[in-house]
């Protein structure tokens, strides 16, 4: 079935869907991992985004039910330069296709994916339509422009949890978290697990009170999608628990708790997302390959924020703030996903870190 993309400044490709069909809305973006399309698909932090991978082969070891990191396709589409139908490996459930038509999304081949993504690394990430209805690529431009977009949206509010609930998977528990679900991926409960944590799961909204009466050692903010200027009323919220408990967020948590230190957040040209970003541990000078899947970034703090707040990672490819830490209000924050899912496991030890820090036993946060 054929299928038209269409950005915003009329930059106009045309593929075949080989999943699903419909018309989708989003910002077009590029992710530069090899491997991992399940967890990418289903990272709630690509709401609002359709997403394209820059590897050219897309599909070959199929999909399974443990690779989720959330219980549908969060993404709004899929983009590749060739599917895959036959796929060869021992955890393949379903084939690439079968998972986004149960999923209701769509899928989309034969684009030339390296065009697309230098479009955008000129340009900058754009809004577009990908559709197998309307093929008219005047009309899809039209409808790209008037599309919403990321800036100002509040995306959080369709991918949060409606109710409070706990994961443990049995065992026992040295500590008890209120984990902020701002889109979280499972991965990063399952890793805060591993690190001896009880995890409550509370909505987006959850006022500060109601997250302190629940009487936690920690406090861990999510992941999650859209742009953090829009999210006010959770800034004020977090705000309020500073120096309560130690705090531990992670990418749009990172982010959410800049803005409740007073730092601005910006929007990146075209974001970072891929299994290959070199951070660098400003504390040991250690570089670390990292996950990330973000489009905004909090400003390095010129004289903001506490007086002990402290920049802990910068990423080596643009020099943008990576993490920050407070000792004097005992919480520390990363904008890549050391849970790595998917990618490699280099900031996995930031998990212990939090533990550390819950038991009082670390003097430098990051």
Same mark, same amino acid.
């Given at each position: 079935?054929? %299928?038209?993309?269409?950005?915003?400044?009329?930059?106009?490709?045309?593929?075949? %869907?080989?999943?699903? @069909?419909?018309?989708?809305?989003?910002?077009?973006?590029?992710?530069?991992?090899?491997?991992?399309?399940?967890?990418?698909?289903?990272?709630?932090?690509?709401?609002?985004?359709?997403?394209?991978?820059?590897?050219?082969?897309?599909?070959?070891?199929?999909?399974? /039910?443990?690779?989720?990191?959330?219980?549908?396709?969060?993404?709004?589409?899929?983009?590749?330069?060739?599917?895959?139908?036959?796929?060869?490996?021992?955890?393949?459930?379903?084939?690439?296709?079968?998972?986004?038509?149960?999923?209701?999304?769509?899928?989309?081949?034969?684009?030339?994916?390296?065009?697309?993504?230098?479009?955008?690394?000129?340009?900058?990430?754009?809004?577009?339509?990908?559709?197998?209805?309307?093929?008219?690529?005047?009309?899809?431009?039209?409808?790209?422009?008037?599309?919403?977009?990321?800036?100002?949206?509040?995306?959080?509010?369709?991918?949060?949890?409606?109710?409070?609930?706990?994961?443990?998977?049995?065992?026992?528990?040295?500590?008890?978290?209120?984990? #902020?679900?701002?889109?979280?991926?499972?991965?990063?409960?399952? #890793?805060?697990? @591993?690190?001896?944590?009880?995890?409550?799961?509370?909505?987006?909204?959850?006022?500060?009170?109601?997250?302190?009466?629940?009487?936690?050692?920690?406090?861990?903010?999510?992941?999650?999608?859209?742009?953090?200027?829009?999210?006010?009323?959770?800034?004020?919220?977090?705000?309020?628990?500073?120096?309560?408990?130690?705090?531990?967020?992670?990418?749009?948590?990172?982010?959410?708790?800049?803005?409740?230190?007073?730092?601005?957040?910006?929007?990146?040209?075209?974001?970072?997302?891929?299994?290959?970003? /070199?951070?660098?541990?400003?504390?040991?000078?250690?570089?670390?390959?990292?996950?990330?899947?973000?489009?905004?970034?909090?400003?390095?703090?010129?004289?903001?924020?506490?007086?002990?707040?402290?920049?802990?990672?910068?990423?080596?490819?643009?020099?943008?703030?990576?993490?920050?830490?407070?000792?004097?209000?005992?919480?520390?924050?990363?904008?890549?996903?050391?849970?790595?899912?998917?990618?490699?496991?280099?900031?996995?030890?930031?998990?212990?870190?939090?533990?550390?820090?819950?038991?009082?036993?670390?003097?430098?946060?990051?």
């Amino acid at each position: 079935m054929r %299928a038209l993309l269409a950005l915003e400044d009329g930059f106009v490709l045309e593929g075949r %869907a080989f999943a699903g @069909s419909g018309e989708v809305y989003g910002e077009v973006v590029f992710n530069t991992s090899m491997t991992g399309y399940q967890e990418i698909l289903t990272d709630p932090s690509y709401k609002g985004q359709i997403v394209t991978l820059t590897y050219p082969l897309i599909g070959n070891y199929g999909t399974n /039910p443990e690779d989720m990191e959330a219980p549908a396709i969060r993404a709004e589409a899929l983009i590749v330069r060739e599917y895959s139908p036959y796929p060869h490996n021992f955890r393949c459930r379903a084939t690439l296709a079968d998972f986004i038509e149960s999923s209701g999304a769509l899928g989309v081949e034969g684009i030339d994916t390296r065009a697309l993504t230098k479009h955008i690394r000129e340009l900058g990430a754009m809004k577009g339509v990908l559709s197998t209805i309307d093929l008219d690529p005047g009309s899809l431009v039209e409808k790209a422009r008037n599309s919403p977009g990321l800036v100002g949206r509040d995306l959080v509010k369709y991918v949060t949890s409606d109710r409070m609930y706990i994961w443990d998977e049995g065992g026992e528990s040295e500590f008890t978290v209120v984990a #902020m679900d701002f889109g979280v991926k499972l991965n990063i409960l399952r #890793m805060l697990k @591993s690190a001896g944590c009880r995890v409550i799961v509370v909505p987006a909204g959850t006022t500060a009170s109601e997250v302190l009466s629940l009487n936690p050692d920690g406090i861990f903010l999510s992941n999650g999608p859209g742009d953090p200027a829009a999210l006010s009323g959770i800034v004020e919220e977090v705000r309020k628990l500073l120096g309560k408990k130690p705090i531990f967020g992670i990418c749009l948590g990172h982010q959410i708790l800049g803005r409740a230190l007073g730092l601005d957040t910006f929007k990146l040209k075209f974001g970072h997302r891929g299994g290959n970003q /070199p951070v660098k541990d400003l504390k040991t000078g250690r570089v670390e390959i990292t996950a990330q899947n973000h489009g905004f970034c909090v400003e390095i703090p010129d004289g903001g924020g506490p007086g002990d707040l402290e920049v802990t990672h910068i990423n080596l490819n643009d020099g943008t703030l990576e993490g920050m830490e407070s000792r004097e209000l005992r919480f520390f924050s990363v904008q890549y996903h050391p849970e790595a899912s998917p990618g490699p496991h280099d900031s996995r030890y930031l998990f212990e870190r939090f533990a550390s820090l819950m038991r009082g036993e670390v003097a430098d946060c990051a």
